[in-house]
């Protein structure tokens, strides 16, 4: 199986911050690489695909880059709606893997 | 706008067998791949399987011998069967529809689900 290593697993930010989150693949897996969101008694909700692609109504704060084995996702300025939980996920092979989670809290 | 609806028991004993479905509305299960996943409480995201409009499937090696994923095509729907329960199988499950990229673009809303001794 792919093993994902994704960090920070927790992190503290203030409304208008750029964070950035990293997610590293044990093996390459091209640009197969997603980054969901998910808040506290919902579904993760997809933001980005195939490692840079943003999906239709996601505001354009976020952006996902890398391939290979090394990615991103960064949030330009941080708005009160985007505290959550960041998961990245490969789609390149199964069985899928998502990574552990990033918890974002307000500082 | 595509809709994913979960039904299925909230509750389940330990050493039987839990069956979910997802009904699909808006499209048609036809010619796409629909996964299903949990997370258990407080923890990550653990892909169980997918489902082809054809019919074939693909498991997650962890849970291989205990799932079986199948799909109605009249009704629009596919399922999730989980045997030999345990409580370590105690989780919220999502069923999913994948997007070109292999991305889960589309949720149900979760079934939060219990194995009790």
């Known amino acids: 199986d792919i093993q994902m290593t994704q960090s920070p697993s927790s992190l503290s930010a203030s409304v208008g911050d750029r964070v950035t989150i990293t997610c590293r693949t044990s093996?390459?897996?091209?640009?197969?690489l997603d980054w969901y969101h998910q808040k506290p008694g919902k579904a993760p909700n997809l933001l980005i695909s195939?490692?840079?692609n943003l999906q239709s109504g996601v505001p354009s704060r976020f952006s996902g880059g890398g391939s290979g084995t090394d990615f991103t996702l960064t949030i330009s300025s941080l708005q009160p709606e985007d505290f959550a939980t960041y998961y990245c996920?490969?789609?390149?092979?199964?069985?899928?893997?998502f990574g552990q989670g990033t918890k974002l809290e307000i500082k | 706008q595509v809709q994913l609806q979960q039904s299925g028991p909230g509750l389940v004993k330990s050493s039987e067998t839990l069956s979910l479905a997802c009904t699909v509305s808006?499209?048609?299960?036809?010619?796409?791949?629909w996964s299903w996943i949990r997370q258990p409480p407080g923890k990550g995201l653990e892909w169980i399987g997918y489902?082809?409009?054809?019919?074939?499937?693909d498991y997650n090696p962890s849970l291989k011998s205990r799932v079986t994923i199948s799909e109605d095509t009249p009704k629009n729907q596919f399922s999730l069967e989980l045997s030999s329960l345990t409580a370590a199988d105690t989780a919220v499950y999502y069923c999913?529809?994948?997007?070109?990229?292999?991305?889960?673009?589309?949720w149900g809303q979760g079934t939060m689900v219990t194995v009790s001794s």
């Open positions: 999913a529809r994948h997007n070109s990229a292999g991305a889960f673009e589309i």
């Open positions: 808006g499209a048609s299960i036809s010619g796409y791949y």
């Open positions: 489902i082809y409009s054809s019919g074939s499937t």
């Open positions: 093996q390459s897996i091209s640009k197969f």
């Open positions: 195939a490692a840079s």
């Open positions: 996920q490969q789609s390149f092979t199964t069985p899928y893997i």
